[in-house]
């Protein structure tokens, strides 16, 4: 049997002979001194690898695909078929000099041989085509974050040709950016949009073409409600407990209303720690230093509560209705609880109807005025005697959170969601 000749041997000339490469200086561009050459670009979104938002960039892999026509290159074939060429070729000719804008870091993957292709038409048309991984600035704005939508775009230009060398345009309109099926675990892709623009930098170099590759993320809110709002949230409202406690428990105040603050404390700091430093206030900032100033106040509020009870003990003291020999501190090893029933509370003095309804009225007719039947006159205290209520009732002022605090963060929670939503 014969051997199957090697198709490679076939070849009457080699590839660099057959392109006439070193025939022409490769080091100009197709056309030079003529109009600008075109070169269309069309892009296939491979992933988006990563979002960062304490460096302010995202990382996306995809194939970026050049065209254009360079009649050096053309060659005479009977079947009008295409050759195709790995990276050693391309370094032996021209090809457009695109670059990202903003790029931190790129690179073209060479697993296992460098990820490039060529492919020259008889006809002189290229295809160049190179997978690549590049890691682009973005600024973002979390003044609503995690409730944000962010707007990202990676831009691609010629680096030395501006308009009158080289214009770089879409391929195929919006059609020339594709994606793949891309998932990511704290966004939610909306939409990508390809468009093109043109760019300025100084007299010297000119316009320059500008191609955007736009895409719109919406962040999942899920993540952070189980991590940050939820454990908020009940903080907050573990913070009320001590409301409930007899105002006589110190230890068991105290330590709740310390704990409470310094998770509190914990949280804003983790959250702190996984974003950007930034000089605005972002809407996780208002609701978690919202939700921390509720928990402090708490701790206040029984600071208040320990104040006002102690001067009523004074004050009683003082009057004769508790005995010297008294002591708080033993009465609580008992039962951890101070009973107000076992104090002598005395009532108001009555006060006599003395208010006329006719100012004019002499003394006798007023000594035979009779308010109506069935009404009460009440005086209007001052702030002075509100203020000797309260800490004559100390006990007033819990139960008075038990009610205020709750509401007020029930209102904020309301005005927040809906304001931010």
């Known amino acids: 049997k ?3 000749l090697d198709s490679t041997k076939t070849l009457l000339i080699k590839s660099e002979q057959l392109l006439r490469i070193e025939e022409h200086d490769f080091a100009m561009r197709p056309g030079f001194g003529g109009s600008a050459i075109p070169v269309g670009i069309d892009v296939q979104v491979e992933s988006i690898d990563s979002i960062s938002e304490v460096n302010m960039d995202f990382t996306m892999t995809l194939y970026l695909r050049h065209y254009w026509k360079d009649e050096r290159l053309a060659f005479p074939s009977q079947t009008n078929q295409s050759r195709t060429f790995d ?3 391309v370094k032996k000719i021209w090809v457009p000099d695109v670059f990202f804008v903003h790029s931190k870091r790129s690179f073209i993957h060479d697993t296992t041989m460098e990820n490039i292709m060529l492919r020259v038409y008889p006809d002189g048309n290229i295809l160049f085509s190179v997978r690549v991984t590049v890691t682009a600035l973005r ?14 775009s990676l831009e691609l230009e010629s680096y030395a ?4 060398d080289l214009m770089l345009y879409w391929k195929n309109g919006n059609d020339s950016l594709r ?3 891309i998932v990511l675990s704290q966004f939610f892709i909306e939409q990508f949009q390809a468009s093109s623009g043109l760019a300025f930098y100084s007299s010297t170099t000119g316009w320059y073409n500008r191609l955007f590759i736009s895409f719109l993320l919406r962040r999942h809110i899920f993540f952070f409600m189980l991590q940050t709002y939820f454990p908020t949230m009940l903080m907050v409202v573990l913070s009320w407990v001590s409301f409930w406690i007899d105002r006589r428990a110190v230890p068991a105040r105290v330590s709740l209303g310390i704990t409470t603050v310094l998770t509190m404390s914990t949280i804003i700091t983790g959250v702190s720690s996984s974003m950007p430093q930034v000089s605005y206030v972002k809407a996780v900032d208002i609701y978690l230093w919202t939700s921390f100033l509720l928990v402090f106040l708490s701790v206040i509020e029984y600071a208040a509560v320990n104040y006002c009870t102690t001067l009523e003990e004074m004050r009683k003291m003082k009057r004769g209705k508790i005995p010297s020999t008294f002591n708080a501190t033993q009465a609580m090893a008992f039962d951890g609880c101070f009973h107000d029933d076992e104090l002598e509370l005395t009532s108001f003095p009555r006060i006599a109807p003395t208010l006329t309804s006719d100012p004019l009225a002499t003394p ?18 001052s702030v002075r005697e509100n203020v000797d209520l309260l800490v004559s009732n100390s006990y007033l002022i819990d139960s008075y959170s038990r009610v205020v605090f709750p509401l007020s963060y029930l209102l904020f929670n309301t005005i927040y969601w809906g304001l931010y939503s």
Do not use: H, V, W
């Not at 609503?144 to 707007?151: A, E, V, Y």
């Not at 040709?161 to 009158?164: A, G, I, Q, R, V």
């Not at 006798?364 to 009460?376: F, H, L, N, Y």
């Open 2 to 4: 014969l051997k199957r």
């Open 87 to 89: 990276s050693r070729l």
């Open 139 to 152: 600024s973002m704005d979390f003044t609503i974050f995690p409730l944000d939508t962010q707007n990202c």
């Open 161 to 164: 040709y501006n308009e009158n």
């Open 179 to 181: 994606t793949d099926e």
């Open 364 to 381: 006798s007719q007023a000594s035979d005025t009779r308010p109506i039947e069935g009404t009460r006159l009440r005086r209007q205290r």
